[in-house]
């Protein structure tokens, strides 16, 4: 079958150049090559991620890391802070784990507030608190710099964010603004193909952890940080040596060759077109203000059938995603994160402006 360009959400496309990485022939994985590679694959991360933290790579999707996080720090008390679809998966994890959590849950297309923080930080319940700050599922973009004001005041809680539909296309200064563990998958805004996922983890989150009991086995913070700093950047089971490679790769073309700040500008800018676009012909779903930079959720103002437009993109060579559960027809996405460039939108909106026959 055709490939279709990928505009949906994750996986995205992936450069041939990526591609290319991930057939690097195997190395053993408890050697000194393999060290070398993690040592400088973290590296690159922590400039990415401004962070000092020491970096988890994981052999797993995002979620993997999401259930690390929340079960191995959790000694009293969880809150999710949700703002749809990957918010409640938070929650539902902390839930299977039997971690105790509550959930509070925003309107979808509504980001989270400082004072809901706040309220909920406050009553000395939690010591952890997770929020999403790039929500997939409505293309709710949470102001984490303001968020961040409220956890510096509540030094206890550890705070856990979900940056897999955002990191690599948004700044996200992880020590500056105090996040403790951030996750992310590498199939968004890093460009790579879906299967790793990584996280950065504090001190405070560390120590934390050392009083929880049950950790799990797979994914022990513990154990994966212990391979990190105490044997020389292993992994207590078997790496995913090929994502290894091509993250590699594909870090050294996202700090030296394009520049983190090159790259944040240009996601800022293709959303603002994509988004300009949208309130052209249909309107946006999330609040402005809250409006990702990685994926644009439009309301179907027109009432299209989204199932039948994406029929016929497909024809054309193209992807677009329908809305997440309830949002299904009722809204869809678009996706413009990792290597997408302006004149890869403007292809893809003028298919579909064509197709609906708008501005005719
Ligand atoms: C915001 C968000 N969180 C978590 C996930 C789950 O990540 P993964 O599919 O890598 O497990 C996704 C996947 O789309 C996501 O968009």
Redesign the pocket.
Do not use: A, H, K, Y
């Given at each position: 079958m055709a490939h279709k360009k990928l505009f949906i959400?994750?996986p995205v496309e992936v450069d041939q150049g990526v591609l290319n990485k991930m057939s690097t022939p195997m190395i053993g994985h408890r050697t000194a090559e393999w060290s070398d590679l993690q040592r400088r694959v973290s590296r690159k991360l922590q400039t990415l991620m401004y962070t000092g933290n020491p970096i988890i790579l994981s052999a797993s999707?995002?979620?993997g890391l999401?259930e690390m996080a929340i079960r191995c720090t959790t000694v009293k008390r969880a809150i999710v802070f949700s703002v749809g679809a990957?918010g409640n998966?938070w929650h539902a994890i902390a839930e299977g784990n039997g971690v105790p959590a509550d959930k509070y849950e925003e309107q979808w297309g509504r980001g989270i507030t400082p004072d809901v923080v706040e309220r909920y930080l406050s009553t000395g319940k939690y010591d952890v608190a997770t929020v999403?700050h790039?929500?997939?599922s409505t293309g709710v973009m949470n102001n984490v710099e303001e968020l961040a004001e409220v956890f510096r005041k509540f030094p206890e809680v550890v705070w856990c964010v979900?940056t897999?539909?955002s990191l690599g296309g948004v700044k996200i200064p992880v020590d500056e603004l105090g996040i403790d563990i951030c996750v992310t998958?590498s199939?968004k805004a890093l460009g790579l193909p879906?299967g790793l996922?990584l996280a950065s983890v504090s001190q405070k989150a560390k120590e934390r952890a050392t009083g929880v009991k049950n950790r799990g086995y797979y994914f022990d913070m513990l154990q994966l940080l212990k391979y990190v700093e105490e044997r020389n950047f292993q992994y207590p089971s078997t790496p995913s040596i090929s994502h290894t490679y091509a993250l590699d790769f594909a870090l050294e073309r996202i700090l030296n060759q394009e520049g983190l700040e090159a790259r944040f500008e240009r996601h800022r800018q293709i959303a603002e077109y994509v988004r300009s676009w949208a309130k052209q012909y249909f309107a946006l779903f999330p609040e402005q203000k809250y409006a990702s930079d990685t994926v644009t959720c439009i309301s179907n103002t027109r009432a299209i059938s989204v199932k039948d437009l994406n029929n016929k993109l497909a024809e054309r060579g193209f992807a677009i995603s329908n809305g997440y559960g309830e949002l299904k027809e009722k809204t869809f996405r678009i996706a413009h994160m990792a290597e997408m460039q302006k004149a890869d939108l403007e292809e893809l909106l003028g298919h579909i402006e064509d197709i609906l026959g708008l501005g005719a």
């Open positions: 959400p994750g999707s995002g979620t999401l990957f998966r999403t790039n929500e997939t979900d897999v539909s998958s199939q879906p996922s």
